[in-house]
């Protein structure tokens, strides 16, 4: 009777340090370069998505904006933050480059076409990203340390029970949708 | 999103590419075989390997007619994976890792799920499969050439011609973009032969200017009889060449090229 008492709290305590523990152990965290407040342009300065991560004019996503897209509004500090600040003498000025991590970013095998999921299909940003065009703060990138993924990849569940409809960039979650629209592609349809 | 799942279904269309490969135009010059390299990300191979071990996701047979010299006649035969419609590749991959696209009809190689068993390349009888011996190197500086819409193979896998998936997603998105259902592309070796002796064309539309040269009396295709229906078609007006279509080995027993 004792020893099965003490052989049930054992076992929980190691799952519950397990549950606890796995995902720190698992997931690093790197800071980004620079805070980023989606909201204030997306809020004050009456911005959308595609104000900044545009399509090049061949209808190709062009990703993470570039130094010179934030140039051409901030050549100087429109604000008064340290942030601010900080872009214009660090990045505008010497016109280098902010290393931004991305969350999204896929394997390397993976194709994805922003064209036609946004473009034809008519997907939101949202659908798939969630209302990041709404944070104040650029959250840590977190990667897994055995892939190198992003953890956006996966979703901030580990369980994954209850997540968002956004969360999770998995093949299975790319998959569902697909399903559900009766748009099923091939292994290289989407892999290359 | 019901408009969006629409639009989708109606560019599910289906295509069954095929090429048809001119022998008699094919000057052997081996142009499609490094443009499809560096296509496709093909690492330079090591020093230590061989006609064996080295991958070429397709090469050019130099095959010589029986005559003896001063009568001897050359054809050079670019091989590459033909895109069977009954793939014998797929029937015997334990891992489901080789996968006959329905909407397209190019067979693909997920290198992902591949463990090397190496079955598909016994049952290929066109040796159009290479191992990857060795982890793919690029010398340094060379690895910026790499194209980004393939991505490289590792050590331990299979591949395969895929027809030029990238250049197939480009095209894809290019097609959805202009709001159009055909999608139309080259690939790298049809794209670089001076000689614009290869040819891809969609099997499935009628109109399709590849359907009037499939149909031409020097069309044939190799190994028929096995019955694997492959999609590659080549012409020839000399005898001799067609008759190489059915023999088992373009030189005897060995698939050297300078046998």
């Known amino acids: 009777m004792r020893s099965g008492f003490f052989f049930f709290a054992g076992a929980a305590l190691m799952l519950l340090g397990g549950w606890v523990g796995l995902p720190k152990a698992l997931y690093k965290q790197q800071a980004q370069p620079l805070d980023f407040t989606h909201k204030a342009h997306v809020v004050k300065a009456e911005m959308d998505c595609t104000s900044c991560h545009d399509f090049r004019q061949d209808g190709s996503f062009a990703g993470i904006p570039r130094i010179d897209n934030c140039a051409a509004c901030h050549a100087e500090p429109v604000g008064t933050t340290a942030n601010e600040k900080k872009l214009v003498e660090k990045y505008v000025t010497p016109e280098k480059e902010i290393g931004w991590l991305v969350y999204s970013r896929q394997p390397i095998n993976t194709r994805f076409s922003h064209a036609i999921h946004v473009r034809k299909a008519e997907l939101k940003c949202e659908r798939c990203h969630g209302e990041h065009g709404k944070t104040e703060t650029l959250r840590p990138f977190e990667y897994n340390v055995v892939s190198g993924y992003s953890r956006d990849i996966w979703g901030r569940s580990i369980s994954r029970l209850r997540r968002a409809s956004h969360e999770g960039m998995k093949m299975d979650d790319c998959m569902d949708c697909h399903k559900e629209k009766g748009a099923e592609a091939g292994c290289l349809g989407c892999h290359r | ?259």
């Open chain 2, 1 to 259: 999103m019901a408009a969006g799942a629409k639009e989708m279904n109606k560019t599910n269309r289906k295509y069954r590419y095929g090429m048809v490969i001119d022998l008699d135009a094919c000057t052997g010059c081996g142009a499609c075989v490094v443009a499809c390299a560096v296509e496709n990300n093909v690492a330079p191979a090591p020093a230590k390997v061989n006609d064996r071990t080295s991958i070429t996701l397709m090469r050019v047979f130099q095959v010589k007619d029986p005559a003896p010299m001063p009568a001897r006649k050359t054809v050079f035969v670019p091989m590459m994976c033909m895109q069977c419609d009954d793939p014998p590749c797929e029937h015997v991959c334990p891992q489901q890792a080789v996968e006959l696209d329905p909407r397209t009809g190019i067979v693909d190689q997920m290198v992902q799920r591949c463990f090397g068993c190496r079955y598909c390349m016994a049952a290929c009888p066109y040796h159009a499969r290479y191992f990857n011996w060795f982890d793919p190197e690029w010398p340094a500086g060379m690895e910026q050439t790499l194209n980004p819409a393939v991505a490289p193979r590792m050590r331990g896998v299979v591949e395969k011609c895929d027809l030029c998936h990238g250049r197939f997603h480009e095209a894809q998105d290019r097609a959805a973009l202009e709001g159009s259902d055909n999608i139309t592309y080259q690939p790298a070796c049809a794209e670089s032969c001076p000689a614009q002796a290869i040819r891809i064309g969609d099997l499935q539309n009628p109109e399709d200017p590849i359907q009037d040269q499939i149909r031409k009396p020097e069309t044939f295709q190799f190994l028929v009889k096995l019955g694997t229906k492959p999609k590659m078609f080549y012409q020839s007006r000399r005898g001799w060449v067609k008759r190489l279509a059915e023999r088992a080995s373009p030189n005897g027993n060995s698939n050297r090229r300078d046998a």
